[in-house]
């Protein structure tokens, strides 16, 4: 029960991430719990939804603060200043209500230097988060980012738009590629700390990759050779493309 986990935990802030789909679901929880007991947890709500609507996101009472782009650098500053008690008004990202009922509506930051993150702490989840079925069977899978972003222009897709924004307002590229050594790095903790056994490389294009740099991926790769799931645009597959020859180097 979302509720009683709240008050168990007793958090300082609640962050959703919403799509267009789950937008009114993450409201309608967020409304639910300020219905039911008075408290004074921070709310901020992020995800593609809010980037392209945030003044939509913005508007619903039960949302303290929206961010427009990407949340890895701005979340941090956010609970690092909650925690020193430091004030949080002037944070990249960050639409925020103030307590006196003035708005502040920040610009969004250059995109985040990926190959920068940290590995992801999966030891925030139960245990039971981690199995997948694959192929009829059931695998400890983990998520690893390969890219962010698309080179692509799918028109039902939010990638070109958010290549759009962050070009008109940052002069930065969103699509961006992680180095391999990042990748290896990523791999071998998956191994290593979390006992991983399929792995799902994180793209909106895998094989938005160069032959070159295909190639170096697919040499570091054969040190572990783990199932792998993906997905990728289908010219990426085709012969016109070298498809083929892009496939048979990731066997």
């Given at each position: 029960?979302?509720?009683?986990?709240?008050?168990?935990?007793?958090?300082?802030?609640?962050?959703?991430?919403?799509?267009?789909?789950?937008?009114?679901?993450?409201?309608?929880?967020?409304?639910?719990?300020?219905?039911?007991?008075?408290?004074?947890i921070?709310?901020?709500?992020?995800?593609?939804?809010?980037?392209?609507?945030?003044?939509?996101?913005?508007?619903?009472?039960?949302?303290?603060?929206?961010?427009?782009?990407?949340?890895?650098v701005?979340?941090?500053?956010?609970?690092?200043?909650?925690?020193?008690?430091?004030?949080?008004?002037?944070?990249?990202?960050?639409?925020?209500?103030?307590?006196?009922?003035?708005?502040?509506?920040?610009?969004?930051?250059?995109?985040?230097?990926?190959?920068?993150?940290?590995?992801?702490?999966?030891?925030i989840?139960?245990?039971?988060?981690?199995?997948?079925?694959?192929?009829?069977?059931?695998?400890?899978m983990?998520?690893?980012?390969?890219?962010?972003?698309?080179?692509?222009?799918?028109?039902?897709?939010?990638?070109?738009?958010?290549?759009?924004?962050?070009?008109?307002?940052?002069?930065?590229?969103?699509?961006?590629?992680?180095?391999?050594?990042?990748?290896?790095?990523?791999?071998?903790?998956?191994?290593?700390?979390?006992?991983?056994?399929?792995?799902?490389?994180?793209?909106?294009?895998?094989?938005?990759?160069?032959?070159k740099?295909?190639?170096?991926?697919?040499?570091?790769?054969?040190?572990?050779?783990?199932?792998?799931?993906?997905?990728?645009?289908?010219?990426?597959?085709?012969?016109?493309?070298?498809g083929?020859?892009?496939?048979?180097?990731?066997?």
């Amino acid at each position: 029960d979302f509720t009683q986990k709240v008050q168990t935990f007793s958090p300082d802030l609640i962050a959703v991430s919403v799509t267009e789909s789950t937008f009114l679901r993450g409201v309608s929880l967020l409304n639910h719990l300020r219905l039911i007991k008075k408290h004074n947890i921070l709310t901020i709500m992020g995800g593609v939804f809010p980037t392209f609507a945030p003044d939509r996101a913005f508007r619903e009472p039960s949302v303290d603060i929206v961010c427009v782009g990407e949340g890895d650098v701005a979340l941090v500053e956010l609970c690092e200043n909650l925690e020193r008690s430091k004030d949080f008004s002037r944070i990249s990202n960050l639409w925020i209500k103030k307590p006196d009922g003035t708005t502040v509506k920040n610009t969004i930051g250059s995109a985040v230097d990926i190959n920068s993150l940290p590995a992801i702490d999966f030891s925030i989840f139960e245990d039971d988060r981690f199995y997948r079925p694959m192929r009829g069977k059931s695998y400890r899978m983990f998520p690893i980012e390969t890219h962010r972003g698309c080179p692509y222009t799918c028109t039902f897709c939010n990638s070109p738009s958010q290549n759009v924004l962050y070009d008109a307002q940052t002069q930065s590229n969103f699509f961006r590629k992680a180095s391999v050594e990042k990748i290896r790095e990523e791999i071998v903790n998956f191994k290593n700390q979390w006992n991983g056994e399929y792995i799902f490389f994180w793209a909106d294009t895998f094989l938005a990759w160069s032959s070159k740099e295909l190639a170096e991926f697919c040499e570091m790769y054969s040190e572990f050779k783990f199932p792998f799931w993906c997905q990728s645009r289908s010219e990426t597959v085709s012969d016109a493309a070298g498809g083929y020859q892009k496939l048979k180097m990731l066997k």
